[in-house]
């Protein structure tokens, strides 16, 4: 009897566009996070950080902040991250190195208006 998971064999993810304080220029800006921390090459380009709550004023975000996944423009800098000018060069980036973006569910997802978050696409990476 075997218990593997059908699910472990592919890693999907999802990307959104989020804002982001950033704390240098001091203003806010739509970065690209990603669902969780990712298998293969990408994952040299991510990092965690953690979000504030945008506003005071605003029940439905929690009162702490919570850790999120944002990609990085280079492999060891940390302050230049991805944003929504940089989709296409990331979406050439996933497909130059394994990974697969799935449209048929990218368009699923877009048209349900995922977690009311700019949703950019679903992607996944064969194990």
């Known amino acids: ?30 970065i690209i996070v990603i669902d969780k921390m990712p298998t293969g090459p990408l994952a040299q380009l991510v ?7 945008l506003s005071p004023f605003n029940k439905h975000e929690p009162n702490n902040c919570c850790k999120k996944y944002a990609i990085r423009r280079h492999y060891h800098r940390d302050t230049t991250l991805l944003n929504a000018t940089d989709i296409p060069s990331l979406l ?22 995922y977690n009311n978050k700019h949703f950019v696409c679903v992607f996944y990476y064969s194990l």
């Open 1 to 30: 009897m075997c218990d593997e998971s059908p699910f472990q064999q592919i890693a999907s993810y999802t990307l959104t566009l989020e804002p982001y304080l950033n704390t240098y220029s001091k203003q806010y800006e739509n």
């Open 47 to 53: 990092s965690n950080f953690n979000s504030p709550r």
């Open 92 to 113: 050439s980036y996933l497909s130059a190195n394994g990974y697969t973006i799935n449209s048929e569910i990218t368009k699923l997802v877009q048209k349900t208006n």
